[in-house]
């Protein structure tokens, strides 16, 4: 039998990404048009038009900063290594509670076919644990990003473009996290969790003790929203995704099956959808839709991660067994596509990132 934690239990509250989500939207014309620019990649993965190119497991370089002001807050590698293990089983599909998918939606469970590794190496090139450690005078931070810079009590990031930063800390008014999506200014770019509900030893407190939080928050870095679209109950809006039923608002707690809302009947709301409030135990699967909607911002905003991965895992061509072709360089199959993907990803990267440069140089004439 498990023994309780020592910690108090968070108290349950919004998840931030949709604060801070909102917040850029009013302050930034570049994030308006680019957030315009990956939604329209998006439905293009929705409709057909586009598709992955991706058959890979790629695997992400995480540095994690853990900023505390008392000690419980500066969590032992244990705990940082207990949360990798849970965020690798929820994005590979191979986490033991899938089986508690209702037979309904088991069909649309999905890999993600995405790893999560702690950086080897720091940005110059040293050798790494991925693990930095700041201790801080502040005793809580909010949505506001502090955490994430020197200056205001926090911890730099390290490039966002080569590294997913994670942030842990004490979180104020009941928050367990948060996330910036995809589009967003890259010196805030990441995910920020709270000690007490990161990965499942430690601080970890139920009944956010399952490490779920930074699998929903990494969610909305790969641009996946909630569930039920924010709305607040209008049933009006949802989450951009085919395959889930659209619901009223947020679940918690452990619901039961079927729980209907929004005319979703018979099977209701799709409560253990990662993208979910409901409790750790409670959550537990990605659909095929959630993954073409990532795949869609892997091939986007995110596709350096992807090319990095694919270059990390290209295998070395051996020593050729036929003549090389005239005016040209015998590839093994796997290494010329990579080539080709490698180069696709990059043209649109660069024209993605002429395009938000346009916008920011743009004044009116006259």
């Known amino acids: 039998m498990t023994e309780p934690s020592p910690f108090p239990a968070p108290r349950r509250d919004l998840c931030g990404a949709m604060h801070v989500h909102r917040r850029l939207l009013n302050e930034s014309m570049t994030y308006r048009a680019r957030r315009a620019q990956i939604e329209d990649r998006a439905l293009q993965f929705e409709i057909g038009r586009l ?7 790629i695997t992400i370089p995480v540095v994690v900063h853990v900023v505390y002001h008392d000690a419980e807050e500066n969590i032992d590698d244990q705990q940082i290594m207990s949360q990798l293990d849970v965020l690798n089983q929820d994005f590979r599909g191979t986490n033991p509670d899938v089986s508690k998918v209702p037979d309904v939606w088991t069909s649309l469970v999905s890999d993600v076919q995405i790893e999560f590794a702690l950086a080897a190496t720091d940005p110059l090139g040293k050798p790494s644990n991925g693990i930095v450690r700041v201790e801080t005078r502040r005793t809580e931070f909010g949505t506001d990003d502090a955490v994430k810079a020197t200056a205001t009590g926090g911890s730099d ?3 966002t473009d080569r590294y997913l930063n994670m942030w842990v800390c004490k979180l104020g008014g009941g ?3 948060y996330a910036q999506f995809p589009g967003g200014p890259p010196q805030t770019d990441g995910v920020v969790v709270l000690h007490a509900a990161f990965g499942t030893t430690g601080t970890a407190a139920s009944p956010f003790d399952g490490g779920r939080t930074a699998t929903h928050e990494i969610g909305h ?8 679209g924010d709305d607040d109950g209008a049933c009006s809006n949802d989450d ?4 889930t039923p659209n619901q009223a608002d947020a679940n918690v707690g452990k ?20 993208m979910d ?12 839709g959630q993954r073409e909607r990532i795949d869609a911002c892997l091939e986007g905003p995110r596709a350096p991660f992807t090319v990095a991965s694919q270059t990390r895992r290209a295998p070395v061509a051996a020593p050729a067994k036929q ?12 290494v010329e596509r990579l080539l080709h993907d490698s180069e696709r990803l990059t043209k649109e990267v660069l024209e993605d990132i002429h395009n938000m440069l346009g916008l920011v140089g743009h004044r009116p004439s006259g």
């Open 255 to 274: 619901p039961t099956f079927p729980h209907v809302t929004c005319n979703n009947g018979p099977n209701g709301d799709m409560f253990m959808n990662y």
């Open 175 to 177: 928050l367990l996290g």
């Open 51 to 57: 598709s992955s190119a991706r058959h890979e497991v």
């Open 221 to 228: 870095w790969l641009d996946l929203f909630h569930i039920w």
């Open 240 to 243: 951009r995704v085919a395959d």
């Open 277 to 288: 409030y409901v409790d750790d135990a409670a959550m537990f699967m990605f659909t095929k």
């Open 157 to 159: 990031p390290w490039p």
């Open 323 to 334: 003549p090389v072709p005239a005016g040209g360089v015998m590839h093994d199959g796997d």
